[in-house]
C-alpha cells in the first residue's frame, strides 16, 4: 500500500466528522449572529444585575429562599437517575429477559410511590412565595 492509498483511506474516514465540526461551527457562528442583531437592545437599570427565579438580588440584600428550590433539585437528580437506570435496561431488553422485566417493574413502582407520596405531602406545591426575610413575619 502505497502513501497517498494511506493518505485517502485516512481522508475517507475523517471526512465525515469534520465536516459535522464545520457544519456544527457554521450553526454556531450563525447563531450567535442572529441573536446579536435580532436580540434587544435595552439599557435599563436592571440591565447587567443578577437575576435568579424571578428576583433581583441588588434590590432585595436579605432575601432568604425557602427550601422548596432545593427539593425541587433533590425530585429531579432523583427522577432523571430513574430514567438513566431504565435506559439502560431498554437497551439490554433481550438480554434481561423477564426476570429484568419483573425487577424494573418493581423499580418503576417504588419510584412511583416516592412520587406519589412526596405529592401526597405537598412537597410538589408551592405555597409559600419567595419574599424578602424584613417582609415575613
Not at 502505497?2 to 465540526?21: C, G, H, K, R
Not at 439599557?43 to 432575601?63: F, L, M, N
Amino acid at each position: 500500500m502505497t502513501t497517498e492509498n494511506v493518505l485517502a483511506t485516512n481522508i475517507d474516514q475523517i471526512w465525515p466528522i469534520a465536516s459535522y465540526f464545520a457544519i456544527l461551527v457554521g450553526l454556531l457562528l450563525g447563531m450567535l449572529a442572529l441573536a446579536m442583531f435580532l436580540g434587544p437592545k435595552t439599557q435599563r437599570r436592571h440591565t447587567h444585575t443578577p437575576y435568579e427565579s424571578g428576583i433581583i438580588a441588588v434590590d432585595a440584600p436579605k432575601t432568604r429562599f425557602t427550601n422548596h428550590f432545593f427539593l425541587y433539585a433533590i425530585f429531579f437528580v432523583i427522577f432523571d437517575l430513574e430514567t438513566i437506570f431504565l435506559f439502560a435496561w431498554v437497551i439490554a431488553f433481550d438480554e434481561s429477559g423477564m426476570a429484568g422485566f419483573i425487577e424494573a417493574s418493581i423499580f418503576i413502582t417504588i419510584l412511583l410511590a416516592a412520587l406519589i407520596y412526596i405529592w401526597r405531602i405537598g412537597a410538589l406545591e408551592l405555597v409559600r412565595k419567595h419574599r424578602p426575610a424584613r417582609m415575613r413575619q
